[in-house]
T-cell receptor, first 115, second 115 residues
Framework: AQTVTQSQPEMSVQEAETVTLSCTYD???????LFWYKQPPSRQMILVIR??????QNATENRFSVNFQKAAKSFSLKISDSQLGDAAMYFC????????????FGTGTRLQVFP | DAMVIQNPRYQVTQFGKPVTLSCSQT?????MYWYQQKSSQAPKLLFH???????NEADTPDNFQSRRPNTSFCFLDIRSPGLGDAAMYLC??????????????FGPGTRLTVL
């Protein structure tokens, strides 16, 4: 069975600085997707960034980028130029590429942003 | 704006008293999901509907059931809530087209308290 591990329950960053959130996963599959979701307090979870395992190039979405290390099964999220609105719970998630909708989430990292 | 709506946002029920949580969507997505998210834990998929086809996760307790009367609405029924069922319940939707699985869109969640 696949598992997702986020070893940092909480992180903090100063506004305008850069922070990296860690995620590791375990799978025997070669075809899968990885995601980072953001869940602000009392608001819905939204997709931040998505990576397809067969793509070697790291995904980037504006200030958000990932460092995908397939051999190490590592999928970290880098937030550049942090903003107060980035404060949220961040979840790493895995989805098999084989006929399934199921997302397997990590336990999350709470990010605080200080002015 | 197209969205996923959950009502109520906060629900209090008594031990053993049946409760129904509601989810509606204006995205016209054919897949609807229910997740349970306990405090400081990862969201866990309970079940999902692909159109009218119900797909239960193997470890979802029998106490949890779901109904999807039409494309727009999906309900989560907890027949006899226990203290351990207190959690945030997240509804999500996605568009599954020709075997392709697309991004899941989440609602804001319903926080269930069991007294």
């Amino acid at each position: 069975a696949q598992t997702v591990t986020q070893s940092q329950p909480e992180m903090s960053v100063q506004e305008a600085e850069t922070v990296t959130l860690s995620c590791t996963y375990d799978t025997s599959e070669s075809y899968y997707y990885l995601f980072w979701y953001k869940q602000p307090p009392s608001r819905q979870m939204i997709l931040v960034i998505r990576q397809e395992a067969y793509k070697q190039q790291n995904a980037t979405e504006n200030r958000f980028s990932v460092n995908f290390q397939k051999a190490a099964k590592s999928f970290s999220l880098k937030i550049s130029d942090s903003q107060l609105g980035d404060a949220a719970m961040y979840f790493c998630a895995y989805r098999s590429g084989h006929n399934t909708d199921k997302l397997i989430f990590g336990t999350g990292t709470r990010l605080q942003v200080f002015p | 704006d197209a969205m996923v709506i959950q009502n109520p946002r906060y629900q209090v029920t008594q031990f053993g008293k049946p409760v129904t949580l509601s989810c509606s969507q204006t995205l016209n997505h054919n897949v609807m999901y229910w997740y349970q998210q306990k405090s400081s834990q990862a969201p866990k998929l309970l079940f999902h509907y692909y159109d009218k086809d119900f797909n239960n996760e193997a470890d979802t307790p029998d106490n949890f059931q779901s109904r999807r009367p039409n494309t727009s609405f999906c309900f989560l029924d907890i027949r006899s809530p226990g203290l351990g069922d207190a959690a945030m319940y997240l509804c999500a939707t996605s568009a599954r087209l020709a075997g392709l699985y697309n991004e899941q869109f989440f609602g804001p969640g319903t926080r269930l308290t069991v007294l």
